[in-house]
């Protein structure tokens, strides 16, 4: 997935990155370990799956921001994910949990 994020969150005079993007119940459909994070170290996506099976691998780090690049984000998902719908009336009320439900199912 481009342009994936992360939190970065100071703490005791330190920066620590947290993902925050899949809570229990994502975790629980797409076979994924709950991250844990006890705000010493670093909480980023595990590299496999419940099953062991290769998930996640940061390949590009772009940098930190104080607010989110969007219109670069946007360039990226035109060009990699060209069948996305990006705008229009229905961007913004699609049915995140039955998509997740549709691709978790249609992997098994």
């Known amino acids: 997935f481009y342009w994936h994020g992360y939190t970065s969150v100071y703490l005791e005079g330190r920066w620590v990155k947290a993902t925050s993007a899949f809570n229990i119940e994502l975790c629980q459909k797409f076979g994924l370990l709950p991250l844990e994070f006890d705000g ?18 940061y390949v590009r780090e772009r940098g930190e ?15 990699e994910y060209p069948k996305m719908s990006l705008g229009g009336a229905e961007f913004g009320r699609r049915d995140f949990d039955a998509e997740v439900d549709a691709e978790v199912g249609g992997r098994r």
Request: aromatic share 12%.
């Open 40 to 57: 010493r170290h670093d909480s980023l996506y595990h590299a496999f799956d419940r099953e062991g099976r290769r998930h996640m691998e």
């Open 65 to 79: 921001f104080d607010d989110a690049p969007l219109e670069a984000m946007l360039e990226t998902f035109r060009r």
